[in-house]
């Protein structure tokens, strides 16, 4: 069915894609909140999301990569959205780790010898990273993506991926660091 809508919308048709547009906002929305760490800039991210992936639906070759292809559309916007922004945004705690720091099954809060991290540390420390970073953390712990997942929509191998989940978790670890925590 979902196959039938994206093809249809490929072709011109509103309503097929505004069919899309409902299945897919939550996601869409929920990735751009978690990498941007406020609903102003989520919702202006999600908008531009979903009105360049209606442009550019021509040129999608694979339908079967839909969702890969609009997580990369997602990301970008949100790239952009940080450039206009020009600061860098705070992300709550919760939005990036389910459970908190305290976690035992959390493999970044494992990396921190167990020391309780405040929810303000640790905001201002994924404050320090760069959007990439952020959005390798939030698709791969908050929106719990495989490896190939993540790959796939970011248009990169998947040994590209652990290279850069691992600059990442390294990155967030010194931030972290530098607000004290060890």
């Known amino acids: 069915m979902e196959r039938e809508l994206i093809e249809r919308a490929r072709r011109g048709d509103r309503t097929a894609y505004e069919a899309i547009v409902r299945r897919k906002v939550e996601t869409v929305y929920r990735t751009a909140r978690a990498i941007l760490g406020n ?27 839909f969702d890969a292809w609009l997580g990369r559309i997602t990301v970008n916007a949100c790239r952009m959205a940080m450039r206009r922004r020009r600061t860098h945004a705070v992300l709550p705690l919760a939005a990036v780790v389910p459970g908190g720091p305290e976690d035992p099954r959390d493999p970044i809060a494992s990396t921190f010898d167990s020391q309780a991290v405040t929810a303000d540390a640790f905001d201002r420390a994924f404050e320090r990273l760069s959007i990439e970073q952020r959005a390798i953390l939030v698709l791969h712990h908050r929106e719990e993506l495989a490896i190939a997942e993540i790959a ?6 998947s040994g590209t991926v652990k290279s850069r989940l691992h600059t990442a978790r390294a990155a967030l670890q010194h931030a972290l660091e530098r607000e004290g925590i060890r």
């Open 39 to 65: 609903d102003a800039d989520a919702d202006d991210a999600t908008q531009e999301a979903l009105i360049g992936a209606w442009r550019q639906l021509p040129t999608l070759r694979e339908i079967d990569r």
């Open 152 to 157: 796939a929509r970011l248009g990169v191998p």
